[in-house]
Antibody, heavy 120, light 109 residues
Framework: EVQLVESGGGLVKPGGSLRLSCAASGFTFSSYSMNWVRQAPGKGLEWVSSISSSSSYIYYADSVKGRFTISRDNAKNSLYLQMNSLRAEDTAVYYCARDATGSSGYPYYWGQGTLVTVSS | SYELTQPPSVSVSPGQTARITCSGDALPKKYAYWYQQKSGQAPVLVIY???KRPSGIPERFSGSSSGTMATLTISGAQVEDEADYYCYSTDSSGNHRGVFGGGTKLTVL
């Protein structure tokens, strides 16, 4: 069974940093592209970033480019999101999501999310 | 930046057909995907590659795409289909950046 478990969320002050992690199990992690998707309270889904299986291809939404860094450790079956220069508008539940097949380009399996709150 | 546009809300009575649209300039060249999200839960994929249904998704869910518009159709909507629905695609620049529509709240009552 595919499992994705996010961690690392919490309360951080504007301008601060946070690192999210996603622990994957139940599949061959190194064979799949992965994504981060966020959802602000009461708002819609927003695609944040994606990374290919070997980290060769990395993409970011304009809203986070230059501030967030996606990475993965295939040996540890883990996905990460380093978030710097955080703003109030980054407050959201952050979901880790696996592509449907290798590099299908769309999320299929989702974690339950971790809440990031940016507030002074 | 690329945008996908959905109506904020759609309302139908149980047993009626619900149609939710998604418009985007790149849809003639890019697939549309549809996700269902119930309150407090993670999204669930209900349609992929415009019109394909994942295993476990009821047959009443179908999708189509023509020109710059994709449509999710729920034939004979049930009360349990009440949820937020999001379309998803990638931009046309070839860099596989994802984008979600703003979401449509489907009310079945």
């Amino acid at each position: 069974e595919v499992q994705l478990v996010e961690s690392g969320g919490g309360l951080v002050k504007p301008g601060g940093s946070l690192r999210l992690s996603c622990a994957a199990s139940g599949f061959t992690f190194s064979s799949y592209s992965m994504n981060w998707v966020r959802q602000a309270p009461g708002k819609g889904l927003e695609w944040v970033s994606s990374i290919s299986s070997s980290s060769s291809y990395i993409y970011y939404a304009d809203s986070v480019k230059g501030r967030f860094t996606i990475s993965r450790d295939n040996a540890k079956n883990s996905l990460y999101l380093q978030m710097n220069s955080l703003r109030a508008e980054d407050t959201a539940v952050y979901y880790c999501a696996r592509d449907a097949t290798g590099s299908s380009g769309y999320p299929y399996y989702w974690g339950q999310g971790t809440l990031v709150t940016v507030s002074s | 930046s690329y945008e996908l546009t959905q109506p904020p809300s759609v309302s139908v009575s149980p047993g009626q057909t619900a149609r939710i649209t998604c418009s985007g300039d790149a849809l003639p060249k890019k697939y549309a995907y549809w996700y269902q999200q119930k309150s407090g839960q993670a999204p669930v994929l209900v349609i992929y590659e415009d019109s394909k249904r994942p295993s476990g998704i009821p047959e009443r869910f179908s999708g189509s795409s023509s020109g710059t518009m994709a449509t999710l159709t729920i034939s004979g909507a049930q009360v349990e289909d009440e949820a937020d629905y999001y379309c998803y695609s990638t931009d046309s620049s070839g860099n596989h950046r994802g984008v979600f529509g703003g979401g449509t709240k489907l009310t079945v009552l």
